[in-house]
């Protein structure tokens, strides 16, 4: 999972490095369309991703603004799995939450490129440790280990209550369809209806599906990765609606009409 996109040759490196260093390995592409640098946006769409992932998998996720700083290149054992990354706070979601077990720096030479770009972490340490690993290289073989109290955190986005039947969060990021993915938990609208979802601009009922609207019509609905998104049955929420992430969404009781009212 990266940030890198597909227009250049950066995700093919990285596999070129995998590959031929574990050529059994079985490659599977998350996404290489986190926004640039956009780290809090990795986070989340990893947290959301894990329930997914295959047991005892090797997880490379790059968002690394941070590239040839002092910041370390770290793999984390999880009960589950194990992750490599910068430790920018990418892996938030594993200290967090998934039982981070074991956590080391990816320093010893014999596991990552002897020439390394400054740039490209990716390519240079992170492939080849995953690599490694995966052809049975134990994880201590990478570095020295690190005090997992001692991993970058970000903070991770949630809802914020108000009052007993209110929630205030933010837009996090549009999809590649133009949704609006907000940061307000589906099931923060689970019972006791009817609940709204505003931004100010725009208040919608929360509906089940697309098709409950027409065509051409707005949105709002439990998504796929547990939260409420905003849509446009059959267009693009994020052009035709002008609302950009980080902008601030709320979640009430009642109706549009006694919200207009």
């Known amino acids: 999972m990266t940030d890198f996109g597909l227009a250049d040759t950066y995700v093919g490196q990285m596999k070129g490095v995998i ?7 079985r490659i599977i592409d998350l996404t290489h369309s986190i926004n640039p640098q956009n780290v809090a946006e990795g986070a989340f769409l990893l947290q959301r991703a894990l329930p997914y992932l295959p047991p005892a998998s090797t997880i490379i996720t790059v968002v690394d603004p941070g590239v040839g700083t002092a910041r370390r290149a770290i ?22 939450s998934d ?16 020439e390394r770009s400054r740039t490209f972490h990716g390519r240079d340490i992170f492939s080849p440790a995953a690599a490694h690993l995966a052809t049975g290289v134990p994880l201590e073989n990478l570095g020295n280990e690190v005090d997992i109290a001692s991993c970058r955190r970000i ?14 969060g933010e837009i996090l990021f549009a999809d590649r369809f133009g949704n609006l993915v907000t940061s307000i938990s589906s099931e923060c609208a689970a019972e006791n209806g009817p609940w709204i979802l505003s931004t100010g601009t725009i208040t919608l009922p929360i509906s089940s599906t697309y098709g409950d609207v027409p065509d051409g019509a707005a949105l709002a609905y439990p998504g796929s990765f547990g939260t409420l998104e905003i849509a446009i049955h059959n267009g693009n929420a994020l052009q035709t609606l002008n609302i950009l992430p980080g902008t601030p969404v709320t979640l009430n009781k009642g109706t549009t009409e006694a919200a207009s009212a």
């Open 19 to 25: 590959l031929t260093i574990a050529p059994e390995a």
């Open 75 to 96: 793999a984390i054992e999880s009960q589950r799995q194990t992750f490599l990354a910068p430790d920018n706070g990418l892996l938030t979601p594993i200290l967090v």
């Open 99 to 114: 039982s981070p077990v074991r956590c080391f720096e990816i320093t010893d030479r014999r596991y990552i490129s002897p």
């Open 155 to 168: 903070p991770l986005p949630v809802a914020t209550p108000l009052g007993n039947a209110a929630w205030k």
